[in-house]
Each structure stands twice: as C-alpha cells, then as structure tokens.
C-alpha cells in the first residue's frame, strides 16, 4: 500500500500520519486474523461476536479478535506499542481524545480520500462523524468539510440517568437542580440507599468527565480553544458554581467510601438497589437488565418496572459528555491487514450492518440507524442516546490529552474525597493544564 | 609415550621440570576460553537487559526525547535534572514515598522480628508455622493488592463488616487521605512481613547456645539476656532485611496502582507511580529517564551510607 507523508491543515496542528490509499486495495484470499484492541467491556465482547458472525459472510477467510485491556491500561497499551512502531492490532479503537496524540504522531492512517471514495458522509449526524475521525477537533460542534478524517464512528455512548421508578415516581427529574432535590429526599426516605451514584474514581477519565458533565450543564466551558486558554476559562464562576454542586452538594448523597467509583461500581450499586438515580455510559448499561446480576427483580421486565433511564436533566445548558469511539488503522500493520482493515470499516459503515450492530447491542452512528426500529427496541435506554446526539460536548482532542485529564481527574478525586477544598482543585486543574498547553514544545523537564 | 619413558629413569625429577611449559599454558588459556564460554551467554544477557538499557536511558535523561513523538533527541544536557529536582510535584511524591517507606519498613522490622523471635522458642511446629508465615510472601503483588482491595471496600469489604459487627463505623479505607496511605502501608506490612521474619529467624537459629546456657548460669533475667545476647547477635542481619525491604519500598508502583491509583488526588502516589505518569501519559521519555536515574542514585548512596554503618558495626 502506497503511504504518504502529509501535512495536516488547521489549528497549527502537524500531522504526520500516512494517507490510506482511496480505494480498498485487492483483498487477501489467505486465511487472516484482523485485530481490533479495546478495552474490556461488554461492547467489546458484543463486536468481536457480530463481527465474526456477519463479516465473515463476506470474508470467510478472516476472523475478527477483539483484543482488550483494562480500562486503566487502554491508552498505554496502544500508544506503548504505537511507541515501538510495531502494532500486534490493526484496527485500534481510540477514544476520541486520542486521536489528536496519534494523529501527530503518524501512528494512524489518514483516511480522508477513503471516506470520500467509499462513505455516505451525509448520513451521519456531522459532529459524530466528526468526534469520531476527524482532526483538528470539531470545537464549534460541526464537521469542518475541509479537516482530514483519519477515523469512522463504531460506538456512540452518552451518559443516561438511571432512576428508580418505585422510589422516585415515573417522571424522571428535569433540571439538575430538581434532580439533586428529589435524590436527597429520596435518600432520607429509604434508610440504606443512597440519593447518588455516579463516576469519581481518579483512574481513566472517570471523575473528569463527571466534572466536564456538571460544568457544561451549569454554563461552563473547559477552554476556550482558539487562544487554548483554559485558566480563566475553566475556573470562571460558572466552572466554580459547577464545582461547588458536585462536591457540596452531589457528593454527600452518594454512598460512604464511593470515591474511587466508576462504571462497574455504579452499575453495581444501582442493581444492588443502593441506589436512586445514577449515571453512567449508555453502551455499559445493558448488565442492568440481566437477572442474574441484579437485586431488583427475577426478570428483565420486572427489573424494568422499578428501572427508568432518561437523559440527563438540563439547567443552563442542555449538554451531556459525547462518549464512544472510533475506529482506526494502525499505520503499522501490514499491508494487506491495512486493506483488510478499510474493507472492514467500509462494510461496517453500511446502512443494513449499521441497523444489525444496533440489533446485537452495539450503539450505531448513522442518522437511519438511530432512528431504525432494530436500535430504538433493542434496550429502553437507546432512545435516550438517540435524543441526546445533539446535545453533545467532548473534551479537548489534542495530543497533549492524556495529561489534561490526568490532571482533572487526580484534582477532582481530591476533592470528591476531601483532599483539596473545590476552588483549590478547580484553580489547580486550571492552572496546571494551562501549563501543560504552554510548555508543548518546552525543552526538558516536560511531563512534570 | 616418551614422557611416560622418561619418568622410568634414574631422575625422575629432572624428568619432571623438563615437561614444556608451553603445554600447561596452553591448557591454562584453553581452560580460560572455556570459562568465557560459560560466562558469556549470562553476560551478555546482562549486557543486553541490564546494563545497555541503564545506558540508554542515561543518555536519554540528558535529551528532549519522546518515544512516541519520535524525531531526534536534542540534548537538553542537565535541564531534565534540574527541573526534576526543582519540582514541587515531585517533593511532594518524595514526602509520601520517604513516609510509606519509613512506615512499612518500620512496622514490617518490628513484626517480623517479634514473630521470629516467638517462632524460635518453639520445638514443635517451627516448620509449619514458619511455612504458614511465608505464604503472603509468596503471591503475586498483583493479586494481593486486588484481594485487599474488595476487603477494604468501604460498602461490603469484609474489614469494615467486621468493624461493623463490634459496633464500630465504617472507614473509608482507600478513599480518604488519612486513610489511604495506611491502608497501603499495612498491605506491604501484611506481604512482607515474613522477609523480615525470614531473615530475622535464620539470624536467631545462628546464635551459639551455648551463650545463653552461660547466662542461664549466671542467671541472667529474660530481656537481659535479650538485650545483651540476642539482639546483638541478629541486628545485623536483620540491618541488611530492612536494607533490601526500604528499597523495595522505595520503587513501589503495583499496590499503588491497584488500591489507590494514587488517589485520593495525589496523595499516595509515589515516586515510581510519578514516574510511570511522566513516562506513558505525556511519553515524555527523556524527563522520565532522568527521573529514574535520580530514583537509582537515591538509592546507591543511601545503600552506601547504610553498607558503611553495617562494616562499622562489625569492626565494633
């Protein structure tokens, strides 16, 4: 496969990413395994079963491996490897924040003329096509036609608020502050459950999307891209009255000792019953409704009388956290498991896989998709990622992310867990990731 | 055949210093190459896995390199040292890796040798119960550190269960910043605690009887005996325990990262946890070599001092 070195336009941003031929090269009639790595979790597991049941129809010679880690290992398992310049995946599946480091790393294809080749980019709502692939990051939250693509949507993800229906009434909260209200009185009501569950562990991006989530609903911004200023943006008093709501007022209804939670243990407490309204990631949701793992009835449909699942409730803003991933090509993976890894994403992408991923549990990105029957019936919980698509905000996609949300997550946990009074880790977050975006070409020293 | 005739002569001995030295020599270098033979595949794996990387990295610590930016590394030459020993971030890991080390090496020494020592007046079942004792020793940090997690698990771990039913409220072990870093220490105490057990019953099994006998005679009381006999004879051994235990605890990452990940915020991250942050978060390689190579002559002249103060103590 022929690769070219190009430059990436927009933003200052350099891209040494090799350019993906446009059209899928010729296909390998030899047996061949193509490699996707995640990290572990229950759509994971759901990809590798439908991709080896449906691809295979069309390429019987391939099997899919799902390869996964553990979510605290994700970013280093793949950049580790994309380090070595030798990749034992060919299809990486990164978080959309990931892209921006392997973009202007060259460790990904630039797949640009592949999409306009072979892709309906209309199809999609633009910013998912955008969050998914595109760099520099869609800041205004719409695709920018003339920005390279170097991804394709594979799973869409928003937060959902979970909600007991038997303790809180059919009709979820609507803003955040009636949601806070009917958790605390939800709370005194039921000795032994708490109002609150949701994500504060300081590992991944837990506790750093929880913030994100309540800062942009309260009216805050994470930066403001253009002059990349984040201090001063991030602490204003929007960002300090969202802070203020998530540890005074938030926290005391959670659990005791629920400080290092994150998507297990939410679900956890929530099919435990210790729980009245939660959130967590939509594609994580589905062992809610398994018997098996669950206190709150013997069957799907009883667990799903006392279980409600809505958006998130709105107070200034209606913005929830844009979750999912993409899918990419390794730029080290051999030739012909580049072409096989095209091929896959281009079938992948049609409208009738796009409906049957739905129907196998997978959340898709096509606009039809989403509104087909197959995904608004496969789980209650689809219709709510469905109404929230425009609703969505993401983080910073840049290369120096990996950092920026370390830096959130280890102040948030802080002061979630008392360790940092919430203006000192606010200003902190602030301060320090602002130093990370001004000290990019800085020499030695970097990373401290 | 014509050495073995001559040595049927009148002169045996004169037949004997003729013997061509040129021959022993020969064996002599043949038995050296093959001691080369031996001793190179175990050298150069050395080479290859110890000293080349300790190299490189060295040479990485005086550059701006990123491994995953690629691209040359400029020579920064002392800039990473100086912003590494400038940093208040990395005091701050300093302070919590010096207390966790100072803790755990502390508690696991008193421990250690107080089991030893009740193990050692035993006759019967020293065996099993030392065997018992090395269990924790044996397992994987890994696993440890997850085990210990679910039992300090402030909602259903089975510390606070027990707490619970002796009237007593729950603690959030691995969540709150009084808390966490103890529950870190007494982890490390509960695995490595039978080291120093180890180490400190091998050191009492060593002491003569018959000095004691002596004092039996003499009638000496129970911790005169202790004080003047025992400890004297086993302290430095057991000097030598806490020596290879504080730098063990001195790179902890595995427990670290499996309980707390270093939280809450940062409060029990230590050095080797920063360290990892600076090398695969930012891949910011050059910082993160130099940030080893400090770690490593940290811990050289601390084992320097502390190799001086052992030979002292025996010359005394």
């Not at chain 1, 994580?284 to 398994?290: E, Q, R």
């Not at chain 2, 691995?174 to 910043?177: E, F, I, S, V």
């Given at each position: 496969?022929?690769?070219?070195a190009?430059?990436c336009?927009g933003?200052?941003?350099?891209s040494s990413?090799?350019k993906?031929?446009?059209?899928?090269?010729?296909?390998t009639k030899?047996?061949l395994t193509?490699?996707?790595?995640?990290?572990?979790?229950p759509p994971?597991?759901?990809?590798?079963d439908f991709?080896?049941a449906?691809y295979t129809?069309?390429?019987?010679?391939v099997?899919i491996?799902?390869?996964?880690?553990p979510?605290a290992?994700?970013h280093d398992?793949?950049f580790?490897q994309?380090?070595?310049?030798?990749?034992?995946?060919d299809?990486p599946?990164l978080?959309?924040?990931?892209i921006g480091e392997?973009v202007?790393?060259g460790?990904?294809?630039?797949i640009?003329?592949?999409v306009?080749?072979?892709?309906?980019?209309?199809?999609?709502?633009?910013y998912l096509?955008?969050?998914?692939?595109?760099?520099?990051?869609?800041e205004t939250?719409k695709?920018?036609?003339?920005?390279?693509?170097?991804g394709l949507p594979l799973?869409?993800?928003t937060?959902?608020?979970?909600?007991?229906k038997?303790?809180i009434?059919?009709?979820?909260?609507?803003t955040w502050?009636e949601?806070i209200?009917?958790?605390?009185?939800?709370?005194?009501?039921?000795?032994?459950?708490?109002?609150l569950?949701?994500?504060?562990a300081n590992?991944s991006?837990a506790?750093?999307?929880?913030?994100n989530?309540v800062?942009?609903?309260?009216g805050?911004?994470?930066w403001?891209a253009?002059?990349?200023?984040i201090?001063?943006?991030?602490n204003?008093?929007a960002?300090q009255e969202a802070?203020?709501?998530?540890?005074?007022?938030?926290?005391?209804?959670?659990?005791?000792?629920?400080g290092?939670w994150?998507i297990?243990e939410?679900n956890a407490?929530?099919?435990q019953g210790k729980?009245?309204?939660?959130f967590?990631?939509i594609a994580?949701?589905?062992?809610?409704?398994?018997p098996?793992?669950s206190?709150?009835?013997t069957?799907?449909e009883q667990?799903?009388?006392k279980?409600?699942?809505?958006?998130?409730?709105t107070q200034?803003?209606n913005?929830v956290?844009?979750?999912g991933?993409?899918?990419?090509?390794?730029a080290?993976?051999s030739e012909e498991?580049q072409?096989?890894?095209?091929?896959f994403?281009?079938w992948?992408?049609q409208a009738?896989i796009?409906?049957?991923w739905?129907a196998?549990?997978?959340?898709?990105?096509?606009?039809?998709?989403?509104?087909?029957?197959?995904?608004?019936?496969?789980?209650?919980?689809?219709?709510v990622?469905?109404?929230?698509?425009?609703r969505?905000r993401?983080?910073?996609n840049v290369?120096?992310?990996?950092?920026l949300?370390?830096?959130e997550?280890?102040?948030?946990?802080?002061?979630l867990?008392?360790a940092?009074?919430?203006?000192?880790?606010?200003?902190?977050?602030?301060?320090?990731?602002?130093?990370?975006?001004d000290?990019s070409?800085?020499?030695g020293?970097g990373?401290? | 055949?014509?050495d073995?005739?001559s040595?049927?002569?009148?002169h045996p001995?004169?037949a004997?210093?003729?013997t061509p030295?040129?021959?022993g020599?020969s064996?002599r270098l043949?038995?050296?190459?093959?001691?080369?033979?031996?001793?190179s595949p175990?050298l150069?794996?050395l080479l290859a896995?110890?000293?080349?990387?300790?190299?490189w990295?060295?040479?990485?610590?005086f550059?701006d390199?990123?491994?995953?930016?690629?691209?040359?590394?400029n020579?920064?030459?002392f800039?990473?040292y100086?912003?590494?020993?400038?940093s208040?971030q990395?005091h701050?890991r300093a302070l919590?890796?010096l207390?966790?080390?100072?803790?755990a090496?502390a508690l696991?020494t008193?421990?250690?040798?107080?089991i030893a020592?009740l193990?050692?007046r035993?006759?019967?079942g020293?065996g099993?119960?030392t065997t018992?004792?090395?269990?924790?020793?044996?397992l994987?940090?890994v696993?440890?550190g997850l085990?210990?997690r679910f039992m300090?698990d402030a909602?259903?771990?089975?510390?606070?269960s027990m707490l619970?039913?002796?009237g007593?409220g729950?603690v959030?072990w691995?969540?709150?910043?009084q808390?966490a870093?103890f529950?870190?220490?007494?982890v490390d105490?509960?695995?490595w605690t039978?080291?120093i057990?180890l180490?400190?019953l091998?050191?009492?099994?060593?002491v003569?009887k018959?000095?004691?006998?002596?004092?039996?005679?003499?009638?000496a009381?129970?911790w005169f005996?202790?004080?003047?006999?025992?400890?004297p004879?086993?302290?430095?051994l057991l000097?030598i325990?806490?020596l290879?235990?504080a730098?063990?605890?001195f790179r902890l990452?595995?427990?670290?990262?499996?309980l707390t990940?270093?939280g809450p915020?940062?409060?029990t991250?230590t050095?080797?946890?920063h360290?990892?942050?600076?090398?695969?978060?930012g891949f910011?390689?050059?910082?993160a070599s130099a940030?080893g190579?400090?770690?490593?002559?940290v811990?050289i002249?601390?084992?320097?001092?502390?190799?001086r103060y052992?030979?002292?103590?025996?010359?005394d």
């Open positions: 496969m022929v690769t070219t190009v430059a336009g933003g200052g941003t350099e990413a090799p993906a031929p446009a059209t899928v090269p010729e296909l030899d047996p193509l490699s996707f790595i995640w990290f572990d979790w994971a597991h759901a990809l590798e991709a080896n449906e129809k069309e390429r019987p010679n099997t491996k799902v390869n996964t880690v979510n290992n994700w398992a793949m580790t994309f380090a070595a310049h030798k990749t034992d995946f299809i599946i978080d959309s924040q990931h392997a202007t790393n460790n990904i294809l630039d640009t003329d592949f306009k080749k072979n892709i309906d980019v209309n199809a999609y709502n633009p096509l955008a969050a998914y692939g595109q760099f520099p990051q869609a939250g695709r920018d036609e003339n920005a390279s693509l170097y799973l869409g993800d937060w959902t608020m979970i909600y007991r038997d303790l009434g059919d009709k979820p909260p609507q502050d949601m209200s009917v958790a605390e009185k939800c709370q005194a009501d039921n000795p032994g459950v708490s109002g569950a949701f994500h504060q590992g991006d506790a750093a999307v929880t913030y989530t800062n942009g609903v309260y805050g911004n994470l403001d253009k002059s990349r200023k201090n001063g943006v991030l204003d008093a960002g802070m203020d709501v998530l540890v005074n007022k938030m926290k005391p209804l959670t659990a005791k000792g629920s290092n994150f297990d939410v407490a929530v099919a729980a009245c309204i939660a967590n990631w994580a949701s589905g062992a809610l409704l398994d098996k793992q206190t709150l009835g069957t799907r667990i799903l009388e279980l409600g699942f809505a958006t998130l409730p200034k803003t913005l956290p844009l979750g991933m993409g899918m990419h090509v390794s080290y993976s498991k072409a096989e890894a095209l091929n994403m281009k992948f992408e009738d796009q409906k049957k739905a196998a549990g997978g959340v898709p990105s096509r606009t039809d998709a989403l509104e087909s029957p197959e995904f608004l019936n496969a789980g209650p919980f689809n219709k990622y469905a109404d929230s698509v425009p969505m993401d983080m910073w290369p120096e992310y990996a950092r949300v370390d830096i997550n280890t102040n948030v946990n802080a002061a867990n008392g940092k009074s919430p203006k000192d880790a606010l200003d902190d977050i602030a301060k320090e990731q602002q130093s990370v975006l000290s070409n800085r020499k020293g990373g401290l | 055949m014509s073995s005739a040595l049927t002569t009148d001995g004169q004997a210093s003729t030295p040129a021959r020599r064996r043949s038995d050296r190459w093959l001691a080369v033979v031996f001793i175990a150069l794996l896995m110890s000293v080349f990387p300790l190299l990295a060295l040479y990485l610590s550059t390199y990123s491994a995953t930016r690629g691209g040359p590394a020579f920064v030459w800039e990473n100086t912003a590494i020993l400038a208040a990395v701050l919590t890796t207390i966790y080390v100072i803790g090496v696991q008193v421990l250690g040798f107080t020592y193990i050692s035993r006759t019967h020293r099993l119960l018992l004792f090395l269990v924790p020793m044996m994987s940090p696993v440890v085990f210990w300090l909602q259903f771990g089975v510390i606070n619970g039913s002796l007593l729950q959030e691995l969540t709150r910043q808390t870093l529950s870190l220490i007494v105490t509960w695995q039978p080291f057990m180490i400190a091998a050191g009492l099994t060593a003569p018959y000095l004691y006998e002596a004092a039996s005679i003499d009638r009381s129970e005996r202790f004080r003047t006999i025992t400890l004879l086993v302290w430095p000097l325990a806490v290879f235990r730098i063990e605890a990452f595995d427990l670290v990262y499996i990940s270093g915020g940062v409060s991250e050095l080797s946890f360290v990892y942050k600076v090398a695969f978060l910011n390689t050059g910082t940030y190579i400090l770690m490593v002559l811990v002249v601390l084992t320097q001092l502390y190799l052992l030979n002292k103590l025996k010359e």
